[in-house]
């Protein structure tokens, strides 16, 4: 299954923006799923992750509060919900599918998105 992101962009810090991930060809089926994020300069990082039968996630500290991870009833899409931006939040953010769980770091994912670009200006 392919993964395509879309809904990045430039925004202000306190502005909110929905990034979409959209299985190509497929379903996320019984899959657990995450989103990670990378900015200039680092590593890519875990910023949340769902379990497959919705009854577990799990944030990074950074974001709890202020993002919200969900996917849609047929399992087709995955949504990150934010909120309150940052300027730290400026990252190019990538979705995943076929993660292990718990999620520990990119070692657990066995499918990655494209990539898209969220930049916070002041």
């Known amino acids: 299954v392919e993964l395509i992101e879309s809904g990045g962009g430039l925004v202000q810090a306190g502005a909110s923006l929905k990034l979409s991930c959209t299985a190509s060809?497929?379903?996320?089926?019984?899959?657990?799923l995450a989103w990670f994020r990378q900015a200039p300069g680092k590593d890519r990082e875990f910023v949340c992750g769902?379990?497959?039968?919705?009854?577990?996630?799990s944030y990074a500290d950074s974001v709890k509060g202020r993002f919200s991870m969900s996917t849609n009833a047929e399992k087709t899409t995955m949504y990150l919900q934010m909120v309150g931006l940052k300027l730290e939040d400026t990252a190019v953010y990538y979705c995943?599918?076929?993660?292990?769980?718990?999620?520990?770091?990119?070692?657990?994912?066995?499918?990655w998105g494209q990539g898209t670009q969220v930049t916070v200006s002041s």
């Open positions: 769902i379990h497959w039968t919705g009854i577990s996630d």
């Open positions: 060809g497929g379903t996320f089926s019984r899959s657990n």
């Open positions: 995943a599918s076929d993660v292990a769980w718990p999620v520990r770091g990119v070692q657990d994912v066995g499918s």
